[in-house]
């Protein structure tokens, strides 16, 4: 079945730059069926959906992080990747990967639920 | 943005009984919700999507109703590995894609 993973440094500074990647056990990347996004859960906010994006490269944000957050795909590495910059204590989470499935009602625009979700990393913002 | 709230907080029941979880949008959003099952240091888990479909390999026990506004998760026959936190996430309406807080499912 697929996998996803997610990488990243563990530990940041205020202000920094956070840089995750996710990792895809195949290359289902390359298919324009799935859109991937990054969710992450504190204890205090619960889930909190930061941003999504396609094989094409679109995106689409939480209005919250949308100043801060930017998602990419590199296809050839069947990866895709996060950055949000000037982390504060707030951004303390465990970041989670996950694919999205569409779902059609008839010919219309695709509806997005997430299907298959990474196993989460903790990264810690402090000084 | 949509608001999903999920009720009770916590709920306790013993195995082998029926459990019964709430989530309510602050908006209709159709069937567009998912159920999700998070174990203590595990990710989400899919089990259900479009309100009442369930997701491969997640037994009949589980089952989901609603539309518009209002959702119910049905756990039939409470097993050992049920007791969980279980999520509803709303994808009717985005950005942003929104989840409720949970709700607890424990031992009773």
């Known amino acids: 079945q697929l996998q996803l993973q997610e990488s990243g440094p563990g530990l940041l500074k205020p202000s920094e730059t956070l840089s995750l990647t996710c990792a895809i056990s195949d290359d289902s990347i390359r298919s324009t069926y799935y859109h991937w996004g990054w969710i992450r859960q504190t204890p205090g906010k619960g889930l909190e959906w930061i941003g999504s994006v396609s094989y094409s490269g679109g995106t689409s944000y939480n209005p919250s992080l949308t100043s801060r957050a930017t998602m990419f795909v590199d296809t050839s590495k069947s990866q895709f990747s996060l950055k949000l910059t000037s982390v504060t204590a707030a951004d303390t989470s465990v970041y989670y990967c996950?694919?999205?499935?569409?779902?059609?009602?008839?010919?219309?625009?695709?509806?997005?639920?997430?299907?298959?979700w990474g196993r989460g990393t903790l990264v810690t913002v402090s000084s | 943005e949509i608001v999903m709230t999920q009720s009770p907080v916590t709920l306790s029941v013993s195995p082998g009984e029926r459990a019964t979880l709430s989530c309510r949008a602050s908006q209709r959003i159709g069937i567009n919700l998912a159920w999700y099952q998070q174990r203590p240091g595990q990710s989400p888990r899919l089990l259900i999507h479009?309100?009442?479909t369930r997701a491969t390999g997640i037994p009949a026990r589980f089952s989901g109703s609603g539309s518009g506004t209002e959702f119910t998760l049905t756990i039939s026959s409470l097993q050992s590995e049920d007791f969980a936190v279980y999520y509803c996430?709303?994808?009717?309406?985005?950005?942003?894609?929104?989840f409720g807080q949970g709700t607890k499912l424990e031992i009773k």
């Open positions: 996950a694919r999205q499935h569409p779902y059609y009602y008839g010919s219309g625009s695709p509806y997005w639920y997430f299907d298959l």
């Open positions: 479009g309100a009442s």
């Open positions: 996430h709303q994808y009717n309406d985005w950005p942003p894609y929104t």
